[in-house]
């Protein structure tokens, strides 16, 4: 289960790292913008946007490995009975 949430928080961090890099590179006022933090409201929209959708990725992917990990635990208790 830990392994899971690592996971999960390594994926978040990767994909939000890869996205601020593009955007910054795809969208020349956000580059501009990004390291004083001075968003505008639609640089925001794509911000929320884009951690909501990678918060639920990283969720799906912690239920999978977690779920994987938990049948894996029963079968070896299962064995041993």
């Known amino acids: 289960m830990i392994g899971a949430v690592i996971a999960g928080l390594a994926f978040f961090g990767a994909m939000e790292a890869t996205g601020n890099v593009i ?3 795809a969208w020349p006022a956000y580059g501009a913008a990004f390291p004083t933090r001075a968003f505008t ?4 929209l794509a911000r929320q946007a884009s951690g909501a959708t990678l918060t639920i990725l990283a969720g799906c992917l ?6 994987r990990d938990q049948r ?7 064995s041993q009975i």
Not at 41 to 44: A, F, T, Y
Not at 62 to 67: P, Y
Not at 72 to 78: G, K, P, R, S
């Open 23 to 25: 955007a910054i590179h």
């Open 41 to 44: 409201l639609p640089m925001l």
């Open 62 to 67: 912690v239920s999978t490995i977690a779920r």
């Open 72 to 78: 894996t635990v029963l079968l070896e208790l299962a």
